[in-house]
């Protein structure tokens, strides 16, 4: 027998199945039940059945595909890095909503998590500059408050009510800010970042520098002679504080001449203007060039014979 998923569109199916609950009217607005309105403008969209919605508006208990993983992966310093994995569902309806995030358009100057863009993109875009900032956010993602994700999900014109962007910011944070592991929280961090970016962009225009962004690493750069005014940290400070953010107190600022080749998001700013991998990757390729025998470890120099390539850009 013909299943109707295999001949209908998604979008009808999930509206099939909606009113196979017990919904046999789903209106846009205005029914005695406040949440109905989010079964027409979200639900359907994101495979979301309305007794779910129901229990993520209310606080109510959900089966673990509904609820996070917390775990944590060492940082390169060594101390700890919290992530939260949603569960199987969670995920799943944050990936449709990733599918709409990506087609609007961050600030220029933000590079991360964008198509076709990478680290490498982030650090040449200083390369040979004779003054270096780098300056790092701390706690980036859960620094991102759900009251600024609610009000990125109003302005958007296919959320209808103020209820439905609730249920978006319900569904997109996780303890008052943006989850380090779901779909959506990258994209979340470049869309409603573009005002501080925009901020940043013109603090640096404005004293001659360049700007960009990589998640929570932060970039600003002079060529030749130009060198930051006096003013110019307390500036960046305040637009970070503006947007609910501080700089890491052990890392958050340094001051670089092209000299000392800084790393920028794990890659060297040479002394000669170019940019480079690190030297503990290359003595890494060089042990394996010398002492590879299995196939796992031809990978292995593969793969960082194709990252150098993509970095150095011969």
């Known amino acids: 027998m013909t299943r109707l998923d295999q001949i209908l569109p998604d979008t ?31 639900g359907y969209r994101v495979g979301i059945d309305p007794p ?8 109510g208990d959900l089966p673990a595909v509904w609820r996070y993983r917390h775990f944590t992966v060492p940082k390169k310093d ?25 087609s609007l358009d961050p600030h220029p100057a933000a590079l991360g998590f964008r198509e076709g863009l990478s680290i490498a993109d982030h650090a040449w875009t200083h390369a ?23 009000d990125f999900w109003v302005r958007q014109r296919w959320v ?34 573009v005002g501080l970016d925009t901020k940043l962009a013109a603090r640096a225009r404005s004293a001659g520098a360049t700007y960009t962004r990589y998640a929570d690493d932060l970039v600003f750069s002079w060529p030749d002679e130009g060198r930051p005014p006096a003013d110019f940290q307390h500036g960046v400070h305040a637009a970070l504080h503006e947007f609910g953010y501080r700089l890491q107190p052990r890392k958050g600022w340094r001051v670089w001449h092209r000299r000392d080749e800084p790393e920028v998001t794990g ?35 593969a793969g960082y014979e194709g990252y150098r390539q993509m970095v150095v850009r011969e």
């Open 52 to 59: 779910t919605i129901r229990a993520i508006m209310e606080g």
């Open 267 to 301: 890659l060297i700013l040479t002394r000669g203007g170019s940019v480079d991998i690190p030297d503990s990757m290359k003595a890494l390729m060089q042990t394996l060039e010398r002492t590879a025998t299995t196939e796992e470890d031809f990978q292995r120099l």
């Open 78 to 102: 060594g101390s700890p890095r919290q992530l939260m994995e949603p569960g199987r569902d969670l995920k799943a309806a944050q990936r449709e909503l990733l599918r709409r995030l990506n």
């Open 160 to 193: 209808y009510d103020e209820i439905a962007a609730r249920f978006l910011t319900r569904l997109t944070t996780y303890r008052g800010g943006l989850p380090q592991g779901a779909p959506t929280s990258p994209a979340l961090s470049n869309l409603v970042n």
């Open 12 to 42: 009808l199916v999930r509206v099939l199945r909606m009113i196979a609950t017990g919904y046999e009217h789903i209106p846009y607005r205005g029914h005695d039940d406040p949440y109905r309105s989010i079964y027409w403008m979200v």
């Open 128 to 150: 040979g500059a004779r003054t270096i900032i780098t300056a790092d956010i701390e706690d980036f993602f859960p620094s991102t408050q759900a009251t600024r994700i609610y």
